[in-house]
C-alpha cells in the first residue's frame, strides 16, 4: 500500500494507513507473529476435526442422521446411549439389592430408603395421581394417603397388600366389603337418629334412640364407639375425617344407599418392585403406622 496518503510515523518510522481520529494514526504493522502461528494451528486443527468427528452435513447423510461420520466413529448418539447404559446399571444395582431386602431392611438402609421413595414417588405420579391427587391428599371419595387415618391399615405390608389386591376390585384377593343398605330396613326417622348418633362422635352429646340402634346395626363393623373397624375396612366415624361428606343429609344417605370406593388392583399392572416402591412411598407419606 503506498498510497500518497501514506506517511512514516515519525515516532516508530512505521507505515500509517492513512486512518486517522482525533489525531490519533493507525500505523501498518504486520500481524504479531505469534497471531499468525495460532491462525494457522486453529486451521490445522479444524481440517483435523472435520476428517476424525463427525462434522459437514451430506445431502446423501452417510454419518448418523445425515453428516460426515468421521474417522473416529464418535457421535453424540452414542455417547448418550452410553451414559444411559451407565444410569441403567447403576439403577439395576440398586434394584437388585432392593429386591433381595425386606421392608425392614430397606428402612434400616437410607440409600435403598431414598432409591424406593424416589421410584415410588414417579409411579405414584403415574398411576395414582388421578385418583389420590399428586400429593396423596385425596379428595371426596378417594382416601387422603398422608393422614394416620386408615381404612385397611397403614403399616407397609398391609399397604403393599391393598395396592396388589385393590379393594372391591376384580382381583380374586380383592379386599371386599359391603355395608348394607338399611333404606327399606329402617324407617327414616329411624336412619336420621342414627345419623344424630353418629354425629354425636364428633360432635354434642347425644342421648336418645340412635344409640340402641346404632349398637345394633352398625357397631359390628364401625365397632361401640365408631372407631371403625380394619376387618371390613369400615371408617372410623369418631376422627372427623369424612370419605363421603358430614352433614346429617350425608350420613343419612351413605345409611340408606351406601357409596362404595374401588380400588384396582395393580399386581397385574405393575411389577412387584414397583409395587413395593409404592407401599414404601405412601407409608412414607406421613400417616405411615409400624
Ligand atoms: C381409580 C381410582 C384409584 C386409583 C387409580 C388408585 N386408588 Fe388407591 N384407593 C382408591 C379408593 C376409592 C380407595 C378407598 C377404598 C375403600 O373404600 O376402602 C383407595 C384406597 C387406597 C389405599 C388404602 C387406604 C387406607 O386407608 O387403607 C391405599 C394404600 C391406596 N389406595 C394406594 C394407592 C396407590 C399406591 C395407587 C397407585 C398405584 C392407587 N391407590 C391408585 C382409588 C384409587
Ligand atoms: C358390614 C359392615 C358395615 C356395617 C354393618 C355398616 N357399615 Fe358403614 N361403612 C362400612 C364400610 C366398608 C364403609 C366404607 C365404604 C367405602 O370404603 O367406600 C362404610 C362407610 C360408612 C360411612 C361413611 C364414612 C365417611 O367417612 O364418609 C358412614 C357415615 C357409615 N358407614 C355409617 C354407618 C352406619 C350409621 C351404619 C349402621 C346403620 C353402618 N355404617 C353399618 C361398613 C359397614
Not at 75 to 93: D, H, M, N, P
Not at 160 to 165: A, G, K, N, P
Request: glycine residues 12%; proline residues 4%.
Amino acid at each position: 500500500m503506498s498510497d500518497k496518503n501514506m506517511e512514516k510515523d515519525a515516532i516508530t518510522g512505521v507505515e500509517t494507513t492513512g486512518h486517522e481520529w482525533d489525531g490519533i494514526k493507525e500505523l501498518n504493522n504486520p500481524a504479531p507473529r505469534w497471531w499468525l502461528i495460532v491462525l494457522l494451528i486453529s486451521i490445522i486443527w479444524a481440517v483435523g476435526y472435520w476428517v476424525v468427528y463427525p462434522a459437514w452435513p451430506t445431502l446423501s447423510g452417510d454419518g448418523e442422521r445425515g453428516g460426515t461420520k468421521g474417522s473416529y466413529g464418535w457421535t453424540q448418539y452414542q455417547q448418550l446411549k452410553e451414559s444411559q447404559a451407565e444410569i441403567v446399571a447403576r439403577k439395576a444395582a440398586y434394584l437388585d439389592r432392593f429386591n433381595n431386602a425386606d421392608f425392614d431392611q430397606i428402612k434400616a438402609d437410607p440409600e435403598l430408603y431414598a432409591f424406593a421413595v424416589a421410584g415410588g414417588t414417579s409411579a405414584f405420579k403415574d398411576n395414582c395421581a388421578t385418583c389420590h391427587g399428586t400429593g396423596g391428599s385425596g379428595s371426596a371419595g378417594y382416601p387422603n394417603l398422608l393422614d394416620d387415618d386408615w381404612l385397611w391399615g397403614g403399616d407397609v405390608d398391609t399397604i403393599h397388600e391393598t395396592i396388589r389386591v385393590g379393594v372391591r376390585f376384580t382381583h380374586d384377593e380383592s379386599r371386599i366389603s359391603e355395608m348394607p343398605a338399611f333404606g327399606g330396613m329402617l324407617s327414616e326417622d329411624e336412619i336420621g337418629h342414627i345419623a344424630d348418633y353418629v354425629l354425636s362422635f364428633t360432635g354434642e352429646a347425644y342421648d336418645g334412640p340412635g344409640k340402641a340402634l346404632y349398637e345394633d346395626q352398625c357397631a359390628a363393623c364401625h365397632a361401640d364407639n365408631g372407631t371403625g373397624g380394619r376387618d371390613f375396612g369400615a371408617p372410623n366415624l369418631a376422627d372427623a375425617i369424612w370419605f363421603y361428606g358430614n352433614s346429617k343429609g350425608d350420613i343419612m344417605s351413605q345409611i340408606r344407599r351406601p357409596k362404595h370406593g374401588v380400588m384396582p388392583a395393580w399386581e397385574h399392572r405393575l411389577d412387584e418392585s414397583t409395587i413395593r416402591q409404592l407401599a414404601i412411598y405412601v407409608h412414607s407419606l406421613g400417616g405411615g403406622e409400624n
